[in-house]
């Protein structure tokens, strides 16, 4: 049996080890300056917790907004939990990093996106955001994509 690199999954890891290093540094220092970030999420990721009417309304992915009004946000090894506010109605969320399908901070254009199967890639067509992103697969078969990190220099 040959034995390979698995690139794909490193790639993961260190983007999500990226994005627990930056929450955690907000969680301890707050936000600083303009940065803000739309974190989409997989609803249907089993270890996703969300209030039923979330879900409901939220069948498939959901996207939240850390910026203004937060509270409680904790960082963990294996994701976060924040309270948000929907309508003056505070509801705490917890989100596994694995579930995460992109992280945006668009205040200094910097993006990733999480790609696993192809009809994840339609569906995240379907709701590009307006910052470049850094795209990796989990499909270790095709060939290898190059990632330009040319776009987010300034």
């Given amino acids: ?5 698995d690139y794909g999954n490193l790639m993961h890891r260190a983007m999500r080890t990226l994005i627990a290093e930056v929450l955690g540094d907000v969680a301890e220092n707050g936000l600083p300056g303009e940065h803000h970030f739309f974190i989409t999420f997989d609803t249907k990721h089993p270890e996703v917790e969300i209030a039923d009417w979330l879900h409901e309304r939220y069948p498939e992915e959901m996207t939240i907004v850390l910026q203004h009004w937060f509270e409680n946000l904790d960082v963990r090894e294996d994701g976060f939990t924040v309270t948000l506010n929907f309508g003056d109605r505070p509801e705490p969320l917890v989100v596994p990093y694995d579930a995460i399908l992109t992280f945006v901070d668009p205040s200094v254009e910097f993006g990733l996106r999480f790609e696993t199967t192809q009809s994840e890639d339609d569906a995240a067509e379907d709701d590009a955001e307006e910052a ?19 776009s987010f220099r300034k």
Avoid: F, G, N, Q
Avoid at 1 to 5: A, D, F, G, K
Avoid at 133 to 148: F, G, I, N, Y
């Fill in 1 to 5: 049996m040959t034995r390979s690199i």
């Fill in 132 to 150: 470049p992103l850094a795209e990796v697969e989990d499909d270790t078969k095709r060939e290898a994509d190059v990632v330009s990190l040319d």
